[in-house]
């Protein structure tokens, strides 16, 4: 079993979105929840999200949208991640989607989309869950 | 109000009743006074009460009964005339609001998109995917014309247009300001909102583009130039709406949003305005939340409170700068994407409390489906029926202050108050609203309130119906946000088109007149009415200020 590392998830707003309340809760959930977090701030680009997932070395990417463009603005930074050879990192989206768009970005390559009402403890176990199924 | 012996006679009963009645019903359960919090009010939880000096009369200093002295009969009211809209280019905006209009709408509510309010054009690489979404696009005077080309035959000053913008104010107020010129309506004849409240964005809502400072500099042009030309238009509408949703507790609500009027307020004083020429047409947007009792307690408060502060803190003597005017929206935040319906239930007991609590508009009601993006035409109708019922057939709003009198809703009120005045010290103690938001301190307040409330919904001790209890699958509703596809492209090229055919020397003029000013001190609308004029862009005229005034940059840490 790999080391003491802690799982490490970047919490980021891309886009013009500054409805921040739902990316803050989250993140301070997940980090009480043991996880190493770093949250972007507001009004990034695809590209710097990217950056700062490699950057930061994380594990995990959690995009916070409720602009209604989740599908552009998640497309970008997965491309950005590949083209960068970090198509390894996971992608999680969080915001208000059609469960048409959450099959559409799960098709994208998203692990999972949580809807408003989602428990940071369902993240937290998700999260889990995800790397223990890659450790076996 | 209670004379000393009434009181102690009440003491002697209570104890009385503690022991004979209390006591025996929960020796049948087998349980102790502590399982139950406290289930009642007497004259005991409010014995210092003073009905004068605590709430006056309606429209009478300190205002908590009403801000004005006379309610309006049901018979008078035809419910909604504004609802916040707004979508798409300005033409698919025209053609939602002319069917508005046919409802008998009067009061264009605009919402823009979010590179409008952050002030990059359509074409900028920013904002690529996001024209259109959430909001019209609107980057010139052109576009605000067609905007407007839905009311033809309304004379403009006879519309309530709100507008929902912010860090670039002066930019939407111009092209107002220029479309009233176009169309012949004297300035002085304009009614209307612009919402200009930018401290609450770099604390709750995130559309700010400049550093507080040069920002506060442009509410103190608006204000100034408001104060001078526009008589009947409100240039700020000073939001606790906002810092609500984002996470608020009530009475943060209003400590903030009063904190951020405080500081707007001295910026017109330092702008050499008086304090009786600008106050009076302050508006306000409160905030709501699920607890009944407790908003209904808060918005008396609130009035109150905002009296004491222009009394007290700067000395007004009209009358109308005591009146808190303060419509206020539902909570969205309490609004649930799983069994959604239920969010009517939510929306009328929130408007329930607007219209007891006093509100201006009290009973105003949002569509139902808004947790989950733009309303249909069926969850608009239930809204704009919920306040016709309420006033109309349950008669809600006969009487002004129904529940003044009430133990528990001046207990409510009397400790709201009390918690906003610490709150508002300690704002003061640390330099004002903008030095308190530029150390993070209502940013961190309010995150923490958001956190602890999904946590007290995480262990249960707060119940969410549909969410952490009585969850059932339930048929998806109709609506949501869909988007057109084609709308980026649309708009692109008319923005293209405007920009080959105005006359770009003169552009570039007004951007350097822009820059200039800015620079200076001299007021700002003049030359940025001039440069709307000729077509210059939104985004032309927010870069130049930029370039003088920066760009804010918040902190991220969590």
């Not at chain 1, 739902?22 to 680009?45: C, H, M, N, S, W």
């Not at chain 2, 005591?322 to 007991?349: C, E, Y």
């Not at chain 2, 508009?361 to 035409?377: F, I, K, N, S």
Request: proline fraction near 4%.
């Amino acid at each position: 079993m790999e080391a003491e590392r802690k799982i490490k998830v970047l919490v980021a707003k891309p886009g013009l979105d500054g409805h921040d309340r739902g990316a803050k809760v989250v993140a301070y959930g997940l980090r009480d929840a043991g996880f190493e977090v770093v949250y972007t701030g507001l009004r990034q680009t695809p590209e710097q999200i990217a950056m700062a997932a490699i950057q930061e070395d994380v594990d995990f990417v959690g995009l916070s949208i409720l602009s209604g463009a989740h599908l552009s603005l998640t497309q970008r930074v997965l491309q950005n991640l590949r083209e960068k050879g970090a198509g390894d990192k996971i992608i999680l989206v969080g915001g208000i989607i059609s469960p048409a768009d959450s099959a559409k970005l799960k098709e994208m390559g998203v692990a999972e989309v949580f809807i408003p009402g989602t428990s940071v403890k369902t993240i937290a176990e998700f999260i889990r869950s995800v790397v223990k199924s890659e450790s076996e | 109000m209670f004379a000393k012996e009434k009181l102690e006679e009440l003491g002697r009963e209570q104890e009385n009743w503690k022991t004979l009645c209390l006591q025996k019903a929960l020796d049948k359960v087998k349980m102790k006074a502590e399982h139950f919090p406290k289930q009642f009010y007497t004259p005991l939880d409010i014995r210092e009460f003073d009905h004068v000096k605590e709430l006056g009369f309606p429209g009478e200093y300190p205002f908590t009964m009403a801000t004005h002295s006379t309610a309006i009969p049901a018979e008078f009211l035809v419910g909604a005339r504004a609802r916040y809209s707004g979508f798409g280019t300005p033409e698919d905006t025209r053609d939602h609001f002319k069917f508005l209009v046919s409802k008998g709408f009067t009061g264009p509510s605009i919402a823009f998109d979010l590179p409008t309010q952050i002030g990059y054009d359509a074409d900028h690489p920013l904002v690529k995917g996001e024209v259109g979404k959430i909001g019209v696009a609107c980057c010139t005077l052109r576009d605000m014309e067609v905007i407007f080309d839905a009311f033809q035959g309304l004379p403009l000053e006879n519309l309530r247009t709100s507008f929902t913008c912010n860090a670039q104010t002066v930019i939407i107020l111009a092209m107002y300001l220029a479309l009233a010129e176009k169309k012949g309506v004297p300035l002085n004849r304009l009614t209307g909102t612009t919402q200009n409240d930018i401290l609450k964005e770099y604390i709750a809502r995130g559309t700010y583009i400049f550093p507080p400072g040069p920002s506060m500099r442009l509410v103190a042009d608006t204000l100034v130039y408001g104060t001078k030309f526009l008589p009947r238009f409100n240039v700020m509408s000073i939001c606790g709406y906002h810092i609500r949703e984002a996470g608020a507790t009530a009475a943060q609500e209003l400590a903030f949003m009063f904190a951020n009027a405080i500081a707007y307020i001295e910026a017109g004083l330092k702008a050499g305005l008086g304090i009786d020429e600008f106050a009076p047409r302050l508006s306000y947007l409160g905030g709501c939340g699920s607890h009944f009792f407790g908003e209904v307690a808060k918005f008396r408060a609130a009035r109150r409170i905002y009296a004491k502060i222009m009394k007290e803190r700067f000395k007004a003597k009209d009358p109308d700068s005591f009146r808190l005017r303060h419509p206020s929206g539902n909570a969205n935040h309490t609004f649930t994407v799983q069994k959604p319906l239920n969010n009517i239930v939510r929306s009328t007991v929130q408007a329930m409390s607007t219209l007891l609590g006093g509100c201006m508009g009290g009973g105003h009601a949002v569509p139902y489906d808004e947790a989950l993006g733009l309303y249909t035409e069926r969850s608009r109708r239930i809204a704009d029926d919920t306040p016709r019922i309420l006033r109309m057939e349950a008669r809600l709003g006969d009487v002004i202050d129904p529940l003044a009198g009430s133990y528990y809703v001046e207990y409510l009120t009397h400790q709201v108050e009390e918690e906003v005045w610490k709150i508002l010290e300690k704002i003061d103690s640390l330099g004002g609203a903008v030095a308190a938001i530029e150390k993070g301190y209502m940013q961190q307040e309010i995150a923490r309130s958001a956190y602890l409330y999904q946590q007290e919904v995480e262990s249960g001790k707060r119940v969410i119906v549909g969410v952490n209890k009585f969850i059932e699958e339930e048929e998806p509703v109709e609506g949501g946000m869909t988007f057109e596809a084609t709308v980026e492209e649309r708009y692109l090229a008319t923005l293209a088109n405007v920009k080959k055919e105005r006359d770009n020397q003169k552009v570039l003029r007004a951007l350097e007149r822009i820059r200039q000013a800015a620079a200076g001190t001299e007021n700002l609308m003049p030359p940025v009415i001039e440069a709307v004029k000729l077509q210059t862009t939104l985004g032309e005229i927010c870069q130049a200020l930029r370039e003088v005034f920066g760009e804010y940059q918040p902190n991220t840490h969590l």
